[in-house]
């Protein structure tokens, strides 16, 4: 079991044997930061994401993590572009409403620290990705409920999910950056 210290932070002992976890949507969230008119970096966010993480505390290798955003669930703090990456020439979220994460395997990398090894799915598109995880602790809400915190990243080329869209800029240059830099914030319920 978790044990909480004099402070009352959670450790990040998680429970022997295998336990499932659901993603809480309203204490989770997957950012995303690239670059603009390669001078300055936008930031945005995806806020409707759930899913499932099944830790197995014995072989951590049989561990695996299943999530599904809502494409249209992005906000960079402008309606405008959010429309915009919402239409064809990005997302494209009438024809592909979710954007799906499925493990392939997991690789230990210390104590917990892990590779969260699997296959994200964008626009139609499924890219084998690597996403560096930490376990950030586990502990007991107010109401009883076991809950434990996730940290993980990577970066992704947004051309190799046929995220193409850009503009030339007279300067030289494009308007949007390749390279999109994700940071993903996750609290899980234990079921």
């Known amino acids: ?3 909480v210290t004099e402070q009352g932070t959670a450790s990040a002992t998680i429970p ?3 336990t499932t976890w659901a993603i809480d949507p309203v204490h989770s969230v997957v950012e995303f930061a690239v670059r603009h008119m390669m001078v300055s970096t936008v930031k945005g966010r995806f806020t409707d994401i759930r899913g499932t993480i099944r830790l197995d505390e014995d072989q951590l290798t049989q561990s695996s993590v299943e999530a599904e955003i809502v494409a249209a669930s992005i906000d960079t703090r402008d309606p405008k572009r959010d429309a915009h990456l919402r239409s064809a020439d990005f997302l494209d979220v009438e024809q592909y409403p979710n954007i799906t994460f499925k493990s392939t395997r997991v690789e230990p990398k210390g104590k917990d620290r892990a590779r969260i090894v699997g296959n994200l799915t964008i626009r ?3 890219k084998e990705v690597t996403l560096d995880a930490t376990l950030n602790g586990v502990g007991k809400t107010p109401f009883g409920t076991e ?3 996730f ?3 990577t ?3 947004r051309k190799d999910w046929g995220l193409n869209w850009n503009v ?3 300067t030289g240059g494009v308007l949007v950056g390749d390279t999109v830099k994700i940071t993903i914030e996750v609290e899980a319920v234990k079921q």
Do not use: Q
């Open 168 to 170: 030339a800029l007279e």
């Open 124 to 126: 139609g598109t499924t």
């Open 147 to 149: 809950v434990a915190g």
């Open 16 to 18: 022997t044997g295998t």
């Open 1 to 3: 079991m978790a044990h």
């Open 151 to 153: 940290s993980a990243e």
């Open 155 to 157: 970066s992704l080329n």
